[in-house]
Protein backbone atom coordinates (compact mmCIF):
# COMPACT_ATOMS: atom_id res chain seq x y z
CA UNK A 1 0.00 0.00 0.00
CA UNK A 2 2.05 3.43 -0.37
CA UNK A 3 1.83 6.59 0.86
CA UNK A 4 0.01 10.29 -0.64
CA UNK A 5 2.73 12.72 -0.95
CA UNK A 6 1.96 15.03 1.80
CA UNK A 7 4.06 18.18 1.03
CA UNK A 8 7.14 18.86 -1.15
CA UNK A 9 9.09 21.60 -1.61
CA UNK A 10 12.45 22.78 -3.69
CA UNK A 11 14.48 25.11 -1.64
CA UNK A 12 17.04 27.35 -2.67
CA UNK A 13 20.51 28.07 -1.18
CA UNK A 14 24.46 29.97 -2.69
CA UNK A 15 25.97 28.15 -5.10
CA UNK A 16 23.25 27.05 -7.07
CA UNK A 17 22.45 24.42 -4.54
CA UNK A 18 18.31 22.76 -4.20
CA UNK A 19 17.62 20.73 -1.96
CA UNK A 20 14.69 18.65 -2.60
CA UNK A 21 12.33 17.60 0.25
CA UNK A 22 9.15 15.25 -0.04
CA UNK A 23 7.12 14.02 2.79
CA UNK A 24 5.00 11.17 2.71
CA UNK A 25 1.67 10.03 5.27
CA UNK A 26 2.74 7.47 7.35
CA UNK A 27 1.14 4.47 6.83
CA UNK A 28 1.09 1.95 9.27
CA UNK A 29 -0.05 -1.04 7.22
CA UNK A 30 3.77 -0.29 5.55
CA UNK A 31 5.71 -1.06 8.61
CA UNK A 32 6.28 -3.32 11.75
CA UNK A 33 6.88 -1.60 15.24
CA UNK A 34 8.31 -3.09 18.49
CA UNK A 35 7.43 -1.66 21.73
CA UNK A 36 10.01 -1.69 25.02
CA UNK A 37 8.34 -1.07 28.30
CA UNK A 38 11.12 0.12 30.95
CA UNK A 39 9.62 1.11 34.13
CA UNK A 40 6.22 -0.69 33.22
CA UNK A 41 5.40 2.11 30.61
CA UNK A 42 5.23 0.99 27.06
CA UNK A 43 6.33 2.95 24.16
CA UNK A 44 7.00 2.34 20.53
CA UNK A 45 10.59 1.76 20.26
CA UNK A 46 11.40 0.53 17.15
CA UNK A 47 9.53 0.41 13.36
CA UNK A 48 10.92 -1.90 11.00
CA UNK A 49 13.42 -2.95 13.49
CA UNK A 50 15.16 0.61 14.04
CA UNK A 51 15.60 3.23 16.35
CA UNK A 52 13.02 6.37 14.79
CA UNK A 53 13.08 9.53 15.64
CA UNK A 54 10.51 12.28 15.31
CA UNK A 55 8.48 12.01 18.34
CA UNK A 56 8.37 11.66 22.17
CA UNK A 57 8.35 8.56 24.05
CA UNK A 58 4.57 7.10 23.86
CA UNK A 59 2.31 4.69 22.11
CA UNK A 60 1.51 7.26 19.08
CA UNK A 61 2.38 6.41 15.48
CA UNK A 62 4.25 9.14 13.49
CA UNK A 63 1.79 10.76 10.93
CA UNK A 64 4.38 11.84 8.71
CA UNK A 65 7.70 10.60 6.93
CA UNK A 66 10.64 12.01 5.26
CA UNK A 67 10.47 10.56 2.17
CA UNK A 68 13.32 11.56 0.24
CA UNK A 69 15.72 14.62 0.40
CA UNK A 70 17.98 15.21 -2.92
CA UNK A 71 20.87 17.02 -3.16
CA UNK A 72 21.31 18.82 -6.56
CA UNK A 73 23.81 21.07 -8.14
CA UNK A 74 25.14 21.94 -11.31
CA UNK A 75 27.59 18.02 -11.19
CA UNK A 76 24.91 16.12 -9.20
CA UNK A 77 22.08 14.72 -8.05
CA UNK A 78 22.13 12.58 -4.84
CA UNK A 79 20.08 10.98 -2.31
CA UNK A 80 20.70 11.80 1.32
CA UNK A 81 19.59 8.90 3.90
CA UNK A 82 15.74 9.72 5.83
CA UNK A 83 15.70 6.11 7.07
CA UNK A 84 14.28 6.38 10.86
CA UNK A 85 13.12 10.41 10.08
CA UNK A 86 9.54 10.82 10.90
CA UNK A 87 7.61 13.91 11.54
CA UNK A 88 10.28 16.46 9.88
CA UNK A 89 7.59 19.20 10.72
CA UNK A 90 4.25 20.20 12.07
CA UNK A 91 3.28 22.54 9.34
CA UNK A 92 2.80 22.10 5.71
CA UNK A 93 6.19 21.80 4.42
CA UNK A 94 10.06 22.55 5.17
CA UNK A 95 12.36 25.59 4.67
CA UNK A 96 15.86 26.90 4.20
CA UNK A 97 15.85 27.55 7.68
CA UNK A 98 15.46 23.98 8.57
CA UNK A 99 19.40 23.22 7.13
CA UNK A 100 22.68 25.01 7.12
CA UNK A 101 24.79 24.62 4.84
CA UNK A 102 28.97 24.83 4.97
CA UNK A 103 31.75 24.01 2.46
CA UNK A 104 35.13 23.55 2.60
CA UNK A 105 37.47 22.18 -0.18
CA UNK A 106 35.67 19.52 -1.56
CA UNK A 107 33.20 19.17 1.13
CA UNK A 108 29.27 20.07 1.98
CA UNK A 109 27.96 19.40 5.43
CA UNK A 110 24.46 19.62 5.69
CA UNK A 111 22.82 19.80 8.77
CA UNK A 112 19.01 19.77 9.32
CA UNK A 113 16.87 20.44 12.25
CA UNK A 114 13.81 18.48 12.36
CA UNK A 115 10.24 18.72 14.81
CA UNK A 116 6.51 18.44 15.00
CA UNK A 117 6.66 20.30 18.15
CA UNK A 118 7.58 17.51 20.08
CA UNK A 119 10.06 14.88 19.87
CA UNK A 120 13.17 17.66 18.22
CA UNK A 121 15.68 15.62 16.37
CA UNK A 122 18.96 16.76 13.84
CA UNK A 123 20.48 14.97 11.22
CA UNK A 124 23.92 15.74 9.74
CA UNK A 125 25.14 14.40 6.11
CA UNK A 126 28.47 14.90 4.30
CA UNK A 127 28.89 15.14 1.04
CA UNK A 128 32.84 14.05 -0.68
CA UNK A 129 33.58 13.00 -4.50
CA UNK A 130 29.67 12.76 -5.25
CA UNK A 131 29.11 10.83 -2.56
CA UNK A 132 27.03 11.40 0.54
CA UNK A 133 26.85 10.09 4.35
CA UNK A 134 24.77 10.54 6.77
CA UNK A 135 27.09 10.71 10.27
CA UNK A 136 24.70 12.23 12.63
CA UNK A 137 21.03 11.61 13.88
CA UNK A 138 20.71 12.45 17.38
CA UNK A 139 17.59 13.68 19.36
CA UNK A 140 20.53 15.18 22.05
CA UNK A 141 20.53 18.65 22.44
CA UNK A 142 24.35 18.28 22.71
CA UNK A 143 24.44 17.18 19.24
CA UNK A 144 21.71 19.39 18.11
CA UNK A 145 22.41 22.74 19.38
CA UNK A 146 25.74 23.29 19.93
Not at 10 to 36: P, S
Not at 73 to 83: P, Q
Request: glycine share 6%; proline share 3%.
Amino acid sequence: MSCHTFAQSELHFDDGIILRVEIDEFNYLDHYYDTCSPNETPYICRIDGEEWFGMDRGMELPKYQLKSLIFIDEDDTISLDVSRMYNPTFYDGISNKHFLLEKSDDILEIFGWFSDGAGTYCAKWIISNSVAHRILLSNSEDDCFN
